[in-house]
């Protein structure tokens, strides 16, 4: 038997149903459109904005699109003179969940509703995640966005903010104040519109941006409530995070293939470029049912297998493309995976 027969019948067959690897960005998202639709009430076109900031729509890299987000903002904070110009809001807050809302008007409660929205963030927006942190007497809801070369502007925080708190008061038909909101930033000169916008504590020079809420509030009931259809836009939305690209073990296995070659691939340092913490990682990937090493050895074996039907490197650097520190780890790697050490099964080719 040929490697490639060896190697063939030791891989697991790939779901015709998987995606092929791709960037999961797109500027036709339900926060670029609820963009659109707040700028267009201060007289503003943010496609406009974007095509002056020299964006190409095809655009497949997720920080370079969300630096050109980010200099949106701050051209029309600058074209305005209104630096609280971020607290603009579509014309209905649920535009920004785009096909969650659904999901979001039949969960059972707010806690429920946060947790949907955590789950799917990618097909809110690739550049936003978001993590919920709950405690016996408050909740943290964090949220991070994806840094390029240049930092996320206040005003991006405050429209996301600002718009979520929205559609989950709309969804409740009951306003849920905050406890405190914190940002990275400095104080602005008039807080006023802040805290006209959320009504609670404003706490500026924190490490990071996120909404307190008492935990009790997380209980708060949603009167259009129905399990039925709860279930049936929960499997729809996981249908579209597999069908854009957006599922987390994608972008994983996309950053594995890309670091691989520098060496072994850390979890920690994947999550930063994922712009979320290891503990978010984590917890999003157990929802995929999959993890982290699953991934890793996955990729690598995968990778090995393209390298071993080529025969065109050496084993040893093999080993080193597929980020192992020492050949004998490879070795026993690929006795592993295909029965076979990588010598033997380059002299079947």
Not at 250 to 266: A, C, H, N, S
Request: aromatic share 6%; charged share 20%; proline share 6%.
């Amino acid at each position: 038997m040929s490697s490639a027969s060896l190697i063939a019948a030791s891989t697991p067959r790939q779901d015709a149903t998987k995606p092929k690897s791709r960037a999961a960005t797109s500027l036709v998202s339900s926060w670029h459109n609820a963009m659109a639709q707040a700028m267009a009430t201060r007289g503003l076109c943010l496609q406009s904005l974007l095509e002056q900031l020299g964006l190409d729509e095809t655009e497949p890299d997720p920080r370079v699109l969300s630096d050109a987000y980010s200099s949106a903002w701050e051209l029309a904070a600058a074209r305005t003179g209104d630096a609280a110009i971020g607290l603009s809001v579509p014309a209905h807050p649920l535009v920004a969940l785009g096909l969650l809302a659904h999901l979001v008007l039949s969960a059972r409660d707010l806690g429920d509703a946060l947790q949907y929205i955590l789950r799917f963030s990618a097909l809110l927006s690739p550049a936003v995640c978001m993590d919920l942190q709950r405690g016996d007497e408050q909740c943290l809801l964090q949220v991070e966005i994806l840094k390029g070369l240049q930092p996320p502007p206040m005003q991006r925080y405050d429209f996301i903010a600002n718009v979520l708190l929205q559609s989950l008061n709309w969804a409740t038909n009951v306003r849920v104040r905050p406890l405190h909101v914190d940002y990275p930033f400095a104080a602005p000169q008039d807080m006023d519109p802040w805290l006209k916008a959320f009504g609670c504590e404003l706490r500026f020079g924190a490490e990071s941006f996120c909404i307190a809420f008492a935990t009790a509030d997380l209980a708060t009931p949603i009167p259009t409530a129905n399990a039925g259809v709860a279930t049936l836009c929960e499997r729809s939305a996981q249908q579209a995070m597999v069908q854009r690209g957006g599922s987390i073990q994608v972008r994983v296995r996309q950053l594995l293939t890309q670091e691989l070659p520098k060496g072994d691939p850390k979890r920690e340092a994947i999550a930063a470029m994922l712009n979320m913490s290891e503990r978010t990682l984590q917890r999003r990937l157990l929802e995929e049912s999959t993890s982290f090493n699953k991934l890793l050895d996955e990729t690598r074996r995968e990778l090995a297998a393209t390298y071993l039907k080529r025969g065109s490197i050496s084993p040893t650097e093999m080993s080193f493309a597929l980020g192992f520190a020492d050949p004998s780890n490879f070795y026993r790697a690929c006795k592993r995976w295909f029965g076979h050490s990588p010598s033997r099964l380059r002299s079947l080719a």
